[in-house]
């Protein structure tokens, strides 16, 4: 059974580093397209970055570019997020998906068919 599950969150301080993993399990990554997005309180779900299979490019939202850091490591079946000088606005629950297909976007109908984990919550604050 695929199964995503995200790892990492905590409450850090404006300025602060985290890095959140997205560990998959029941199939390989390799072939798939991950995304990862985030939702605060009373917003709408947002794409973060994204990065497609084999050698495909990256994607980040602009709020977020220059600060995170999207990559993969296929041995350990996993995706990460390096997120650096993190804002208060960065709080949220940042969620995985996964999709079998080559490119990437973070258009939200894109991920429409893909598997979710159950998120992990990321609090920045003083």
């Known amino acids: 059974q695929l199964q995503l599950v995200e790892s990492g969150g905590d409450l850090v301080q404006p300025g602060g580093s985290l890095k959140l993993s997205c560990a998959a399990s029941g199939f390989t990554l390799d072939n798939y397209a991950i995304g990862w997005f985030r939702q605060a309180p009373g917003k709408e779900r947002e794409g973060v970055s994204c990065i497609g299979s084999s050698l495909s490019p990256k994607n980040y939202a602009a709020s977020v570019r220059g600060r995170f850091t999207i990559s993969r490591d296929n041995a350990k079946n996993t995706v990460y997020l390096q997120m650096n000088s993190l804002k208060p606005e960065d709080t949220a629950v940042y969620y995985c998906?996964?999709?079998?297909?080559?490119?990437?976007?973070?258009?939200?109908?894109?991920?429409?068919?893909?598997?979710w984990g159950q998120g992990t919550q990321v609090t920045v604050s003083s």
């Open positions: 998906a996964a999709r079998s297909v080559v490119m990437c976007s973070l258009n939200q109908a894109f991920w429409g068919s893909a598997s």
